[in-house]
């Protein structure tokens, strides 16, 4: 499996954007970066997804390195209810498993 | 669109009960579903998942049953229940079309089990 490091926690003022940044030195060329986040006592929420070009969507922006080694989500104007754990993974493509790690626990400050 | 059930959302179980939650998903055919756990503080962890009806494949050995009974339900079980199986339960779905590479998994509000 191709192992993502992420910070432990991050602190973002309401308003402001969010840059979650993600390490992903082991990535193989046909493996998709993948973005989820957790509010608590939730289920997992899908965020965006990428291979080497850079994509937006409603939620968030993923800006991915040309090496494709590192990414960033970004959230571009926070809310509180942007407050969660978010989850940087890289899918494998080896059995049927998303394999979550610790993530980043996002506290969105008012 | 689609949207992915769960039920109950809380349940609290004695040791050595029987156990059953259910997922559905609506506003889609043939879809991949998976059962996953997430204990405590920690990540999630694959325990079944099945590709069409009546296909269940097993992740880890435990005492946890998977079923398939229609297209778009899947349930977990089990005949009794351990103390170590307390945690949030998610079922999650995704296309069947997909790559295996892009893969998008979709989750649903979870199950919070406690077994005392």
């Known amino acids: 499996d191709a192992k993502t490091t992420q910070p432990t926690s991050m602190d973002c003022a309401e308003g402001r954007a969010a840059n979650l940044p993600c390490n992903h030195s082991t990535i193989s060329g046909n493996e998709y970066v993948y973005w989820y986040r957790q509010i608590h006592s939730q289920g997992p929420q899908y965020i965006i997804h990428g291979l080497k070009n850079n994509e937006t969507n409603e939620m968030a922006s993923l800006i991915i390195t040309e090496d494709r080694k590192s990414s960033t989500l970004i959230l571009p104007h926070a809310t509180l209810r942007d407050t969660a754990v978010y989850y940087c993974?890289?899918?494998?493509?080896?059995?049927?498993?998303?394999?979550f790690g610790p993530g980043t626990r996002l506290s969105v400050l008012p | 669109s689609q949207t992915i059930h769960q039920w109950p959302a809380t349940l609290v179980q004695p040791v050595g009960s029987p156990l059953s939650l259910e997922c559905t998903v609506e506003?889609?055919?043939?879809?991949?579903l998976y059962w996953y756990r997430q204990a405590a503080g920690r990540g999630l962890q694959l325990l079944f998942y099945s590709v069409g009806i009546g296909q269940i494949s097993s992740e880890v050995p435990q005492n946890l049953s998977a079923s398939r009974p229609q297209d778009r339900q899947f349930i977990l079980s089990s005949k009794k229940l351990l103390l170590s199986d307390s945690g949030f339960y998610l079922c999650?779905?995704?296309?069947?079309?997909?790559?295996?590479?892009?893969?998008?998994?979709?989750f649903g509000p979870g199950t919070r089990l406690l077994v005392l």
């Open positions: 999650a779905w995704s296309r069947s079309i997909d790559s295996l590479y892009q893969e998008t998994q979709y």
């Open positions: 993974i890289v899918r494998t493509g080896y059995g049927q498993n998303f394999v």
């Open positions: 506003g889609t055919s043939n879809p991949n």
